[in-house]
């Protein structure tokens, strides 16, 4: 049985970092993209980063760059999501997901989220 599961959310300060997790299994997870994405109450799903199979390239969308660091360790099965100089729009449920591209309509499985929030 397939399974993403998140760690590693909770509460944090405007400035401070956080680095979530996310064990896979139930699939060999060298074979796909993982990435991550956010959901904001009262928003829609929010691509966040990717990563390829390898690890050795990355995508992020334009509001974490520069402040996010994805990355994954293939002999583990997980994948892990560094987050630092957090802002208060950073507020989110984190998930997860496995795709077979970089791109957001290519993913398609999700972990059930862990959340992130941050006080001003």
């Known amino acids: 049985q397939e399974q993403l599961v998140e760690s590693g959310g909770g509460l944090v300060q405007a400035g401070g970092s956080l680095r979530l997790s996310c064990a896979a299994s139930?699939?060999?997870?060298?074979?796909?993209?993982m990435g991550w994405f956010r959901q904001a109450p009262g928003k829609e799903r929010e691509f966040v980063a990717a990563?390829?199979?390898?690890?050795?390239?990355?995508y992020y969308s334009g509001s974490v760059k520069g402040r996010f660091t994805i990355s994954r360790d293939n002999a583990k099965n997980t994948v892990y999501l560094q987050m630092d100089s957090l802002k208060a729009e950073d507020t989110a449920v984190y998930s997860c997901?496995?795709?077979?591209?970089?791109?957001?309509?290519?993913?398609?499985?999700w972990g059930q989220g862990t959340q992130v929030t941050v006080s001003s």
């Open positions: 997901a496995r795709g077979y591209s970089s791109r957001p309509s290519d993913f398609i499985y």
């Open positions: 139930g699939r060999t997870f060298s074979n796909y993209v």
């Open positions: 990563i390829s199979r390898s690890g050795g390239t990355t």
